[in-house]
């Protein structure tokens, strides 16, 4: 180069120069509220009731520029990830899913914006600033913490988000009134393990939005056809029940000595019931059931894409 | 070390040297709905770069959301987003990420 500012590092790749800006840690977001649910499904009991639960945490922070989260969790054991980002102003809120019912043990979040974007006090005078060849654009600043990486790549989950094996279905001609779900819908040993041996259960946060969603449903009909005495007028009488639980996920991730996974939080949940008869010898014909939130969608997986995520070490912002 | 560059924090412990490895920030953009971006930055031809996607205002009723494809193309200069094949998409924060390769 013929003018400007390049450091290359023991690799000799560039990791500062004049012309792409560098993110600098600017803050952690305030951890302003949450709500939890889905540990089970609701309106039902018995069999496979149990679900994963989910924790959705809002977080603000006010900056400049748009800000790169990083998940630091202070509980390694969770899911989590940041299903949502929105701003007003200034203020960016984050939408964060943590697997599990506790309030207790939240990630902390931390950010990062662009050089340019970073507000300085005006007393901190000291260190060293490098500009764009515009002259007022800084690509670094050695007031902030710029973020060093040390891993990433790009994180797929399973399609299926179910622990039982296959995805779940419909089953038809099923005994009348049959309602016990035989389909395990938690997600925990649903995931795609990334090997990293510089992850660990101490420092390490990441950067990895989630995208993918799914929606899956189990469905028993079922059906009987009873006889009519001849004393009530004979013939038969035809019985018909429905029985339909789904689950909503999000894809969630989880860092594990070694290894970063991508898998899948339950996001919503619910279960449907329903039964009728036709009319028959002294009886009118009838219906009942319940209901329990509406599934969002069709059963599928979408946005099931390569997405990119970044490991780094907490402990140098704090 | 014995040579390289080191950044110091305010309380003197080491921040970031020439140990380091980064991911340079090329470009940060919001994609609205159902919109395609097709932006060209020269500055990192043959550069290592990837694209964060992060879903903006998902409805808390959580409706089918579909992010835009992200492609790199022309020697890693052009990043196109654009929806995918035959669905809407939502609108979408683009982070495009670069690194020297």
Known sequence: MAYGFEAKNDSGKVIINDTIENLHFIGKATHDSQY???TNFPTYSGANDTLDGNTICYYTIT????????????????????????????????????????????????????AD???IPSGETHGMIVFKADGSTKTFDSRRQPLAITGGGNALPPVDPTNS???????????????????????????TAYSDSNINTSNTMFSCPSIAQAVYSRVINGYK????????????????????????????????????DA?????????????????G????????????????YDNKTINRQANAYIIADSSRYD | MSYGLSVFKADGSLGFSTADVTWQTVAQFTVAANATVVNTYSEIAGMTV????????????????????????????????????GLSSSQCIIHVLAQDT
């Open chain 1, 36 to 38: 939890t649910g889905y």
């Open chain 1, 63 to 114: 900056c400049s520029g748009t800000p790169v989260p990083f998940i630091k969790p202070t509980d390694y054991s969770r899911w989590t990830g940041i299903i949502k980002q929105s701003v007003s102003g200034q203020t960016w809120t984050f939408h964060v899913m943590c697997s599990g019912a506790s309030t207790g043990n939240m990630p902390q979040i931390y950010c990062f914006v662009n």
């Open chain 1, 117 to 119: 974007d970073i507000a």
């Open chain 1, 165 to 191: 094996s296959g995805l779940p279905g419909v089953t038809n001609n099923a005994a009348w009134q049959s309602s016990s779900l035989d389909h395990d819908f938690r997600s925990g040993n649903q995931y």
């Open chain 1, 225 to 260: 056809s009873s006889n009519i005495p001849w004393y009530e007028g004979g013939g038969s009488q035809e019985h018909w029940s429905t029985a339909w639980w789904w689950v909503m996920y999000r894809s969630t991730f989880r860092l594990r000595s070694g290894n970063f």
């Open chain 1, 263 to 279: 898998g899948w939080t339950c996001y919503q949940a619910g279960y449907w019931y329903s039964e009728n008869y036709e009319s």
């Open chain 1, 281 to 296: 010898g002294w009886f009118s014909g009838g219906s009942g059931g319940y209901t329990s939130g509406n599934r969002p």
């Open chain 2, 50 to 85: 990837i694209a964060q996607r992060q879903l903006v205002n998902v409805p808390p009723a959580a409706q089918e959301d579909y992010v835009p494809n992200v492609t790199v193309s022309n020697n890693s200069q052009t990043i196109t987003v654009a929806p995918q094949s």
